[in-house]
């Protein structure tokens, strides 16, 4: 039996917010970058201008991000540029994606700068290992820089598998300092005891080389100092170099979109949703295509991120719980079975100390919300369908009224619901009297007079 309030309400939630997630990812994907002006001719005499590359990393240390920042690196490399400028502004991130990052930067061809920017922004966690890693390391003012304790993919470890990791961090940032001639004794320290410095202090202290307000003055600043590549020694020459912004593409976007920790809960629940209404209502078709998309984003997400499987386990039980609503007649028991599991499941899903990557209350509690309305209106229509009286079949016919059109004893007929049925009665009954129908036999209908109308 199909519920068309439930069904209205889920499919009008799916479409808007899918049709949100489109609209935002439209949003971010605008291209800001300047269309390129055609070149002036160019002079035998005149050598090409120099090129500085310029990224921006303002998100959290993911599998996307160490992609977007290595596909940078190597874009640079092949196009010989002048140094690669990151302008870096991150909580942190996973352990994974912060070596991936750090070991290209360290078998880099091209000088890499990172610039922690803009003001009161950060290079926390991972970002102290990449801003370390960088052959030239700016700060802007009032940010800072510490606290070096990136998340394993895993998310919690017992004692031992977490002091192992902490000597592995440790000795990796110490080891990534005295390569860059910094403080190795404070990179240790960020690490072991999560210390961290203002832009002033890291100077201070030679974690950082130089601190300027914007990326023009840090060129200017980075002019003819010398830095230590794979290849060799190359002293930079960068004033009068064309600066150039390379922007995250559609790709990287969509992936770094959908890897945020809310937006990839919000895709699995809707595709959850959307295989459950097409269970229900089968033949709408656009749910269920609708659904096994945003579960496959949803699982693409999921795999960059720390994930407790019992979480996940516990909202695939929350949701064949609800199904299972939908068609077995449980009063009730399945349905609230479900919200506690979504409720469980979705508190466990992201298995991290890291705000930025767990998954915000303000997103469970509507998603948990909502799941369990849907489930109060499937009982509530469940009820109220179980409570009416049948309508068609022998218990449809049953305490029905009637009018008597001719004189009723062993037999005679009556007239109901525009039709003439045959009819007995233990009672005489004349023509024209009220009758209630009590039993249905074959063709044939037994009445009695209808007390309720002084007959």
């Avoid at 991000?65 to 940078?72: G, H, L, N, R």
């Avoid at 229900?280 to 795999?303: D, E, H, K, M």
């Avoid at 509690?365 to 009286?389: D, G, L």
């Amino acid at each position: 039996m199909r519920l068309p309030i439930r069904s209205t309400f889920l499919l009008s939630l799916i479409l808007v917010l899918f049709g949100t997630f489109v609209l935002t990812v439209a949003a971010d994907t605008k291209d800001s970058k300047k269309p390129n002006k055609p070149a002036p001719p160019a002079a035998e005499s005149v050598p090409p201008a120099k090129k500085i590359y310029v990224i921006e990393i303002d998100a959290p240390i993911t599998p996307v991000t160490a992609e977007y920042f290595i596909k940078s690196i190597d874009r640079a490399s092949n196009d010989n540029v002048e140094a690669l400028i990151v302008q870096m502004n991150t909580p942190g991130g996973l352990v994974e994606s912060m070596n991936d990052i750090v070991i290209r930067m360290m078998s880099s061809k091209v000088p890499i700068v990172v610039y922690v920017a803009p003001s009161g922004g950060r290079a926390a966690s991972a970002g102290v290992f990449i801003t370390m890693a960088a052959n030239i390391a700016a700060m802007a003012p009032t940010t800072h820089i510490g606290a070096a304790s990136p998340i394993q993919l895993e998310g919690k470890m017992d004692e031992t598998k977490e002091r192992k990791a902490m000597n592995d961090l440790a000795a990796f940032a110490r080891g990534i300092a005295e390569k860059r001639g910094r403080n190795a004794q404070w990179a240790e320290e960020a690490v072991r005891k999560a210390v961290s410095a203002t832009e002033t202090e890291a100077l201070k202290l030679k974690v950082i080389d130089l601190i300027t307000p914007d990326i023009p003055s840090l060129v200017k600043a980075i002019d003819g100092r010398t830095v230590d590549l794979l290849i060799g020694k190359r002293t930079l020459k960068t004033v009068g170099a064309e600066l150039i912004t390379k922007k995250m593409g559609f790709r990287d976007k969509l992936l770094g979109i959908i890897s945020n920790p809310n937006i990839a809960y919000i895709l699995m629940i809707l595709g959850f949703y959307g295989l459950y209404f097409e269970l229900s209502n089968p033949g709408a078709i656009f749910p269920g295509v609708a659904g096994a998309i945003c579960l496959i984003l949803a699982f693409y997400a999921l795999q960059t991120l720390p994930i407790n499987y019992a979480g996940l386990m516990l909202i695939i039980l929350a949701i064949a719980l609800f199904i299972a609503e939908a068609f077995i007649t449980s009063h009730g028991v399945l349905g609230i079975g479900g919200t506690i599991a979504m409720l469980m499941g979705s508190v466990m899903l992201i298995d991290s100390p890291a705000p930025v990557l767990q998954i915000s209350w303000a997103v469970i509690i509507p998603v948990v919300a909502t799941s369990a309305i849907m489930f109060i209106i499937t009982v509530m229509v469940a009820v109220r369908v179980y409570r009416e009286k049948p309508t068609t079949g022998k218990e449809g016919l049953t305490g029905m009224p009637a009018t008597a059109k001719t004189d009723i004893l062993s037999d005679g007929q009556v007239f109901m619901r525009g039709e003439y049925w045959n009819a007995w009665s233990d009672e005489p009954i004349n023509k024209g009297e009220q009758v209630v129908v009590i039993a249905v036999e074959g063709l044939k209908v037994k009445v009695r007079k209808n007390t309720k109308t002084g007959s």
